[in-house]
């Protein structure tokens, strides 16, 4: 790969990584105990993954998430820290597995595919973050931490993955002619 190749995957990361950050910041509505529903966050990663490759979408989710933590993250300890941003941000970069299919078939159906398994890593991590370190919010109300943090975070995840399929799918021609590696607009 070219140095210039680089340096372009490079910046295009870090517009994306921003992109993400302000979308993120856009919040629909916030859960008590943190997480939110926001316009989008997690779509230019998985943009930036489906183009690259698995290592620089995690990458780039692993930064996404270390800039969600400096701009107010909650900290309990610093394997809740690692396990709540760089790992679950990170996750999802995991959409990237599916890079080469969506290279080669120009569909829409990897795109949905590495959405789901992004969505799906980042869920992962928010619900062991919630088992190992948030039980008793689960024991307040009676219930087996494992179902309080399931339902927990498939309450705004599930609405996240909801809006990245809608706009996904209003976007679908520009993705499939556009995001699968050639150069755009030429």
Request: aromatic share 12%.
């Amino acid at each position: 790969m070219s140095k210039k190749m680089n340096t372009q995957i490079l910046v295009e990361g870090g517009i994306m990584v921003a992109l993400a950050f302000v979308l993120g910041e856009i919040k629909l509505f916030k859960l008590p105990q943190g997480g939110s529903v926001t316009l989008g966050l997690m779509i230019p990663i998985i943009f930036y993954s489906l183009r690259h490759g698995v290592g620089t979408g995690v990458l780039a989710g692993v930064v996404l998430g270390l800039l969600k933590l400096a701009n107010g993250g909650y900290f309990v300890s610093i394997p809740q820290v690692i396990l709540d941003y760089p790992v679950a941000f990170g996750a999802i970069g995991l959409s990237g597995l599916f890079s080469k299919q969506f290279k080669k078939q120009k569909s829409i159906v990897p795109v949905f595919c590495g959405t789901f398994v992004g969505v799906l890593g980042r869920f992962v991590a928010a619900v062991l973050s919630g088992v190992i370190f948030f039980a008793e919010n689960a024991k307040e109300i009676n219930m087996n931490p494992w179902t309080y943090s399931i339902k927990y975070n498939a309450t705004y995840l599930g609405i996240e993955l909801a809006i990245a399929v809608v706009v996904i799918f209003v976007l679908r021609m520009f993705i499939t002619k556009n995001l699968t590696g050639d150069k755009i607009g030429r």
